[in-house]
């Protein structure tokens, strides 16, 4: 039946067509979008995780924003600001953000360079299903460019307070948001199911 | 609209939730594993109407407080200042800052109620087997699984302010209670967004449609 796809949102089944290049594959009864032509979706993915990747540690070791007041500045990085909150009584708070926006991006980097890396190589990871299925389950709450919003609203909420210091790592978040988007618009999980179905 | 049409259901196939191969259906629940990645396979979400319904008036009873209680509290020279989440988009219209007061408005005030609003009006309406504007419908639902993690920007901002101005200034700034409800009614309507099953909205198409409507 692999020939045949079922649509995820009215179960209308279609027969799954070679697509022309950047064309997308619709629904003809509720619309939805099926499948799309990805120009070499595992090489452009592969190579965003990997910048993604190196992004995160950069974002993750710098200070992100600074604040003077005065003569005094205060540095916060993403780990420290999350601890703050922990000691402050905002445990709920901490480990919502901490998922979000910490837990959630690495692991989806993590998984799909566990994936795509052996796959570009011929090799077959062992565990490809498992962690296709978990990647699914991680990537609603992978919220990297909400935050960068809530960080600008911040700003302006504190620029009449003190003076606002943007860090290193502000501008490796804005890259990361970028190169985190491109990595799921270029992922084709069609085509990983297809390589592993072929495989074993 | 249906004919030509066939569904998986109808054919008695199962699309794989998670890896999207379409599978024969097993005679017994044990056989219903996708042979490929090892997936449960459902016809439908379990539940889907029941387990949203809970999940909807669970969001909607933290609603209230969110929207009541202080999110955060300034205290600057021994004055303190509570703010709530609508407090905060006035306080940036009155500095002329509209473009982020209509930013948090519709992030934190208008997204979260239309999205429970859309929920309860889309298990009303297949509890009710209507067959009106099944498309627009779904799209309707494909709108509110999107939009729906942008409303957890105000619990960043918070996390953000309180992380960044610490004890020992003059000025603190602390975290209300308001935002825990806050960002309970965020994580519950994602929940109930993903445990809801658009194909119920075409399951009144189907010739013999014996789906439990409940």
């Keep these: 039946m692999d020939t045949f796809i079922a649509c995820h949102e009215c179960d209308v089944i279609h027969h799954i067509k070679t697509l022309p290049s950047k064309g997308t594959a619709h629904c003809i009864r509720c619309g939805a979008v099926l499948y799309k032509h990805k120009t070499n979706s595992l090489e452009r993915t592969l190579a965003f995780t990997l910048a993604g990747l190196i992004l995160f540690v950069l974002a993750n070791s710098f200070p992100f924003l600074g604040l003077k007041i005065g003569a005094q500045v205060r540095e916060t990085t993403l780990i420290t600001g999350i601890h703050e909150l922990y000691v402050q009584g905002m445990q709920i708070i901490a480990v919502l953000v901490l998922i979000t926006t910490m837990l959630a991006p690495l692991l989806q980097m993590m998984c799909l360079v566990y994936v795509l890396l052996p796959l570009k190589f011929g090799r077959l990871p062992k565990m490809l299903p498992r962690v296709m299925r978990f990647l699914e389950h991680v990537l609603p709450w992978s919220m990297m460019e909400v935050f960068m919003i809530g960080i600008l609203v911040s700003v302006v909420k504190l620029a009449g307070m003190a003076k606002i210091i943007p860090g290193i790592s502000l501008y490796s978040f804005l890259a990361l948001i970028f190169v985190l988007a491109a990595m799921i618009v270029s992922l084709d999980s069609h085509l990983i199911w297809q390589k592993w179905e072929k495989a074993s | ?214």
């Excluded at chain 2, 379990?46 to 300034?74: C, D, G, H, K």
């Excluded at chain 2, 087997?129 to 918070?158: A, H, K, N």
């Design chain 2, 1 to 214: 609209m249906n004919s030509g049409l066939i569904t998986a259901r109808s054919a008695g196939l199962i699309s794989c939730q998670s890896c999207h191969l379409l599978c024969e259906r097993g005679k017994r629940s044990a056989d219903r594993i996708c042979p490929r990645c090892g997936a449960n396979l459902r016809e439908r979400k379990p539940n889907s109407i029941v387990r949203t319904w809970a999940l909807v008036l669970a969001a909607f009873i933290f609603y209230i407080p969110a929207n009541v209680l202080p999110i955060t509290t300034v205290i600057s020279l021994g004055k303190a200042q509570s703010d709530t989440i609508m407090s905060g988009v006035i306080y940036f219209l009155h500095t002329g800052m509209w473009p982020i007061a209509l930013v948090i408005f519709l992030a934190s005030i208008f997204i979260p109620l239309m999205k429970l609003l859309v929920l309860i009006f889309l298990l009303i309406s297949v509890q009710f087997r209507s067959r009106w504007r099944l498309r627009d419908r779904t799209r309707l639902y494909r709108i509110t699984e999107l939009v729906g993690r942008w409303s957890m920007l105000d619990v960043f901002v918070v996390a953000v302010l309180v992380a960044l101005v610490r004890l020992g200034y003059l000025t603190t700034i602390e975290a209300g209670s308001g935002i825990i409800f806050f960002a309970a009614v965020v994580v519950i309507t994602m929940i109930a967004a993903m445990t809801f099953d658009p194909r119920l909205i075409w399951d009144v198409l189907e010739k013999n449609d014996e789906s439990p409507v409940c």
